[in-house]
């Protein structure tokens, strides 16, 4: 089993940075890509961001470009998902996930093998 345990979300304000890590342990795979989603209430997860094995490729949805970033610690087993100028609208639950198919590259879809429990993310105006 591969467990994902993300962590770094709560209450901020509007214009408030957070740093949220997603953390890989148990039998991870050698290997894996890594996706960040996220779900508002009432909305269908999204995914916000995604980051290749080797971290030289990534995705970033166009209505957040230049305000979430995407990276990963492969020695630590860690992806990292930094989000700037928060917005009101950025409340969800924010979620990782990891897929043992490295080689496609970038995975920018629902279908990955392995998902994190979440951490919420409230953005008061």
């Known amino acids: 089993q591969v467990q994902l345990v993300e962590s770094g979300g709560g209450l901020v304000q509007a214009g408030d940075s957070l740093s949220l890590s997603c953390v890989a342990s148990g039998r991870t795979p050698d290997r894996y890509a890594v996706g960040w989603f996220r779900q508002a209430p009432g909305k269908e997860r999204e995914i916000v961001a995604a980051?290749?094995?080797?971290?030289?490729?990534?995705y970033v949805r166009d209505s957040v470009k230049g305000r979430f970033f995407i990276s990963r610690d492969n020695a630590k087993n860690t992806a990292y998902l930094v989000i700037n100028s928060l917005k009101p609208e950025d409340t969800a639950v924010y979620f990782c996930?990891?897929?043992?198919?490295?080689?496609?590259?970038?995975?920018?879809?629902?279908?990955?093998?392995?998902w994190g429990q979440g951490t919420q993310v409230t953005v008061s105006s």
């Open positions: 996930a990891a897929d043992q198919r490295w080689w496609l590259g970038l995975i920018i879809e629902d279908g990955y093998s392995y």
């Open positions: 980051i290749s094995w080797r971290g030289d490729n990534t």
